[in-house]
């Protein structure tokens, strides 16, 4: 059995979601590790864009569904910060929420598993 690895973007206005595109753009990744995408669409999007690499995703909710037998990367959708709050390069309360949230929720994840 693979390892479940739980990812987290980070700061949406920091480098997190960069460093994530690109490790998640890496073939060999999928092959190694069960990954779940814990996050922000736009977010995870703007890492994307910012890394100039792309990834495929599918929404599901890994306490329900079967989210290791996916295609695509597993994605939890979180909304934690509005696109008009990222600031690119600036430490904001609302990304400091958005991180805490999306920690918190990967934390809950683990502690039922």
Not at 56 to 84: G, S
Not at 89 to 101: F, K, Y
Request: glycine share 8%; aromatic share 4%; with cysteine.
């Amino acid at each position: 059995m693979k390892p479940r690895i739980g990812i987290i973007p980070g700061d949406p206005s920091g480098i997190g979601p960069e460093l994530v595109a690109k490790l998640l753009s890496r073939a060999d990744v999928r092959d190694n590790a069960d990954v779940l995408l814990i996050g922000d669409d736009h977010v995870l999007e703007l890492g994307q864009h910012q890394a100039g690499v792309s990834y495929a995703r599918t929404a599901c909710d890994p306490r329900i569904d079967q989210w290791t037998a996916l295609t695509a990367f597993a994605w939890l959708p979180t909304a934690t910060i509005d696109v008009q709050a990222v600031e690119i390069a600036q430490a904001t309360e609302a990304s400091g929420r958005s991180v805490l949230a999306t920690l918190s929720l990967a934390l809950d994840l683990a502690r039922e598993q």
